[in-house]
């Protein structure tokens, strides 16, 4: 889609493609991965750890897909992953999105040092 790409407004020349307007853009490497960032500022800002999955959930979801047939953005394949990354690796992000948020919420620890 040449006429669309913007190419003449990038410093680069090599454009953008995407031409819809945002008010707050959110980079990730997989649309997945944004959205968990988005669900652990979220949690965070609402003081809320219940916005956040878990791991096994993470993993689980990937498996209901499989089951209705839904193929990998990656691989084009019926396989457990997201976007051509493993179902466990996604959860494992998750995972760690998580335990930031866990730790955000804690009450201030003392330290005996």
């Given at each position: 889609m040449p006429s669309?790409?913007?190419?003449?407004?990038?410093?680069c020349g090599g454009g953008v493609f995407?031409?819809?307007?945002?008010?707050?853009?959110?980079?990730?490497?997989?649309?997945?991965?944004?959205?968990?960032?988005?669900?652990a500022a979220l949690a965070i800002v609402k003081q809320d750890l219940t916005l956040c999955h878990t791991f096994e959930d993470e993993v689980a979801l990937h498996y209901v897909g499989v089951g209705l047939g839904m193929s990998?953005?990656?691989s084009?394949?019926?396989?457990?992953?997201?976007?051509?990354i493993p179902a466990r690796t996604n959860a494992?992000?998750?995972?760690?999105m998580r335990t930031i948020v866990e730790l955000e919420l804690a009450k201030p620890r003392e330290r005996n040092f």
């Open positions: 669309l790409h913007n190419a003449e407004t990038t410093p995407s031409v819809v307007p945002t008010g707050t853009l959110v980079i990730g490497s997989t649309s997945n991965l944004g959205a968990y960032g988005v669900c990998d953005g990656g084009g394949a019926i396989v457990a992953g997201c976007d051509g494992s992000i998750v995972e760690v």
